[in-house]
């Protein structure tokens, strides 16, 4: 899956950030609502694995997750079990999503 640069969430741009590896230890990724920005670990900052596509599309649909709830002013926004049920299954619904033909 390509990433974007930038994505629209409610009437708010995030742009999208792609980092060597996370600030923070033991993260992939994070949503920063009051910058506006989604960042994304390409490697691990614990163990310096490089992440495969898959994990990496997979944190983009969570971070993405936390910013829609975080619009929608909605209490799951920081429900960490709820935002990983749900962006694993957008992940996978988005990419089984088969074009016409």
Sequence with gaps: MLIPKKIKVGP??????????????GTMGRAHFASQLIQIGLRSNRT?????PAEISDTFWHELTHAILHDMEHPLCRNERFVSGFSERLNRAVNSARLQT
Excluded: H, N, Q, S
């Design 12 to 25: 708010k741009w995030y742009a999208v950030e792609m980092l060597d590896t996370m600030p923070k230890k």
């Design 48 to 52: 310096g694995r490089t992440f495969k």
